[in-house]
């Protein structure tokens, strides 16, 4: 086990009801799970819990064996690549200079970069299709290539696991499924997955586990198959919708048009 979150709940000040209400979930090797659920279901609270970012008002976070809160800071960033769901570029730099600072984690303060670092970061750039942009600087970049560039700073790590929060915003279709098959093959490769998506059809091909979040409760959690129920859906996300199979098996959804009625 990677990570392990236990009975996790979080208040925000001044909010009534917890915006995560005891959520478990593990990150294990060579496993993909999604979290999924409507806007302001807990997903992002819930990586925020993970990474010690946010207080617990309960539960508990482990990570390799020590609890969360026994780790320091650029230790935790030499295990867990993270992408989070909002960043601004505070400081415009150079692409390949904003991926290189992911390996500062490993190096410490002040060690010069080594050729290995600078091969890190040159296949972690490789790896999201992101290598040509090197030279460009990060307020420079469209939605999509700043989402590539950042995947590829969390790879850069070299992490035992990636949280990516929605990491396929902006990106077209062609991007999207280039970052959800370079996480599949990671993930193949031993790293432990976590995607938080909206993109509940993809999530079905490509992950081995969901996790469905609603109003900060898990309402549902295991293979696509079970948690991809029509009526389940229909009753989170507040619309109707079908559930249909691809060829590979995976469920797939489709939202229904009003007098429609599923398959
Ligand atoms: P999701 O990522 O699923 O869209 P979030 O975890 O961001 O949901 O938010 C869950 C709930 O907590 C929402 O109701 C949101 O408004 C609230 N919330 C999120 N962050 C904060 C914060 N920093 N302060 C107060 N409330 C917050
Ligand atoms: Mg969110």
């Not at 026994?70 to 601004?88: D, F, K, N, P």
């Not at 590829?152 to 035992?160: M, N, S, Y």
């Amino acid at each position: 086990m990677i990570l392990q979150g236990k009975d996790l709940t979080v208040r925000y000040a001044g909010a009534e009801a917890p915006a995560l209400d005891r959520v478990s979930m593990d990150v294990r090797p060579g496993r993909l799970l999604a979290v999924v659920g409507p806007n302001g279901s807990g997903k992002s609270t819930l990586m925020k819990a993970l990474l010690g970012l946010v207080p617990v008002e309960h539960g508990t976070v482990v990570l390799r064996e020590r609890p969360l809160a026994a780790w320091r800071r650029a230790e935790i960033a030499t295990v867990l690549g993270v992408v989070s769901q909002r960043e601004e570029i505070l400081y415009p730099l150079r692409v390949e200079d904003t991926v290189l600072m992911a390996r500062y984690a490993r190096l410490g303060p002040l060690a010069a970069p080594r050729a290995e670092d600078h091969a890190a970061v040159r296949s972690a750039l490789e790896r999201c299709d992101a290598w040509a942009l090197r030279d460009r600087r990060t307020d420079t970049l469209s939605g999509g290539e700043w989402q590539r560039v950042r995947v590829a700073r969390a790879l850069a790590q070299e992490p035992e696991a990636l949280l990516l929060d929605e990491p396929t915003v902006a990106l077209d279709v062609r991007h999207e499924m280039e970052v959800f098959e370079l996480v599949r093959a990671l993930t193949d490769g031993g790293l432990g997955s976590v995607v938080i998506t909206h993109h509940l059809n993809l999530a079905a091909r490509y992950a081995d586990a969901l996790l469905m979040l609603d109003r900060g409760r898990a309402v549902a959690d295991g293979p696509p198959g079970e948690v991809l129920d029509a009526g389940l859906l229909s009753s989170v996300f507040g619309w109707p919708v079908a559930v249909t199979a691809w060829r590979d098996g995976s469920p797939q959804l489709v939202p229904l048009r009003p007098g429609e009625t599923g398959v």
